[in-house]
């Protein structure tokens, strides 16, 4: 069964740091571009992050940039992204999504593109 399944989730205190991982069965992640979307409250779907499947070049939404690291083992077949000085406007939940070598990371922009969406994983900042 393919599927990409989100963890790292839960409550953090602001200014807290989460490790999200997304890991992938029934398909290699390597040859996909990974993109990391959130849902806050209220608001649409947002890319906040991706990583490509070619070189590893990184995107990052200004909404996390500076605070946020996105990585990939491949090895483990399992895409990381850690968000560091957490504020309570970082609640929601957040989504990886694996996109073809031909889209890269266009797919931050475009949903459409994704081949697989994971479910989700809850992230409250709250104190």
């Known amino acids: 069964q393919v599927q990409l399944v989100e963890s790292g989730g839960g409550l953090v205190q602001p200014g807290g740091s989460l490790r999200l991982s997304c890991a992938a069965s029934?398909?290699?992640?390597?040859?996909?571009?990974i993109a990391w979307f959130r849902q806050v409250p209220g608001k649409e779907r947002e890319g906040i992050s991706c990583?490509?499947?070619?070189?590893?070049?990184?995107y990052y939404a200004e909404a996390v940039k500076g605070r946020s690291t996105i990585s990939r083992d491949n090895a483990k077949n399992t895409v990381f992204l850690q968000i560091n000085s957490l504020k309570p406007e970082d609640t929601g939940v957040y989504y990886c999504?694996?996109?073809?070598?031909?889209?890269?990371?266009?797919?931050?922009?475009?949903?459409?593109?994704?081949?697989?969406w994971g479910q989700g994983t809850q992230v409250t900042v709250s104190s």
């Open positions: 029934g398909f290699s992640l390597e040859t996909y571009a």
């Open positions: 999504a694996a996109a073809l070598p031909k889209w890269q990371c266009a797919v931050v922009a475009t949903e459409s593109l994704a081949d697989y």
């Open positions: 990583i490509t499947s070619s070189d590893f070049s990184v």
